[in-house]
């Protein structure tokens, strides 16, 4: 695992302190290279708030986990308790809960609601008045399962829509369009907390399928990699 991070990682000089990054989360043999570029790029901050989809079901609709660990290559990190609690506390949606994290890879757990994805982000900017740095950090994939062609086609709109820095944008442009797109939640939420930290700049670093890793072009997924300063 160290040694498959290590060659995905690109170590590009000198490193940045973004706000907000926009990672797949995909396996690391299809969106590797597309995570790896965003992190090689960035000097990560002691806190950060996740955002995720939810792939397992379970819980409620919008979750945080307040309390425990996460496992990570090379050891456990543990969950920043004050600064969850603080999220908590300002969140008329969100629920203390731990089943919806069993199985995932993220903190926190949205649906796809728009009024509650808005209500969340706009809860989850207690960042900006927060005594270090934190960095908001959303899980996504992009289309799903369609033709590289139209994926592309369809990835780029919505990738349009994030560098816009627009979450009611990015809602309409995936419904209108039927965008496959498995965290259009925590994007919208990330996009509405954004607003409250003053004037971001958005910068995509790279796009690919999984079609340009498989050779398989008829039944892709997008990926995209996008870091906000």
């Known amino acids: 695992m160290e040694a498959d991070l290590s060659r995905l990682l690109e170590d590009v ?4 302190a973004p706000r907000a990054l926009v990672v797949p989360h995909a396996g690391w043999t299809y969106s590797g290279k597309v995570a790896g ?4 790029r960035v000097a990560l901050p002691r806190l950060a708030v996740l955002l995720g989809p939810n792939h397992t079901g379970l819980g409620p609709w919008g979750s945080i ?6 496992g990570i290559p090379g050891g456990e990190i543990a969950v920043a308790s004050d600064l969850a609690d603080a999220i908590l506390a300002r969140s008329r949606e969100l629920r203390e ?5 069993r199985l995932a890879e993220w903190e926190v757990r949205l649906h796809e ?13 207690v960042v900006a008045g927060w005594a270090e740095p934190v960095l908001l950090l959303s899980s996504t994939d992009l289309n799903h ?8 086609r369809k990835d780029r709109l919505a990738i349009e829509a994030i560098l816009a820095l627009d979450p009611e944008g990015l809602q309409r442009t995936v419904r209108d369009h039927h965008i496959s797109m498995c965290g259009i939640a925590p994007t919208t939420a990330l996009l ?3 607003r409250d930290l003053g004037s971001p700049r958005a910068e995509l670093v790279r796009y690919m399928t999984s079609g340009d890793v498989s050779g398989d072009y008829d039944r892709v ?7 906000i300063n």
Do not use: F
Request: with cysteine; proline share 2%.
């Open 13 to 16: 000089q000198p490193k940045i």
């Open 37 to 40: 570029a965003v992190y090689g």
């Open 65 to 70: 986990m307040t309390r425990g660990s996460w």
């Open 97 to 101: 809960d731990e089943s919806a994290h």
């Open 113 to 125: 609601r728009q009024r509650h994805e808005l209500e969340v982000g706009t809860k989850a900017a």
């Open 145 to 152: 399962y369609e033709s590289q062609a139209v994926s592309n």
């Open 192 to 194: 509405a907390a954004l």
């Open 221 to 227: 997924v997008g990926y995209c990699g996008v870091i």
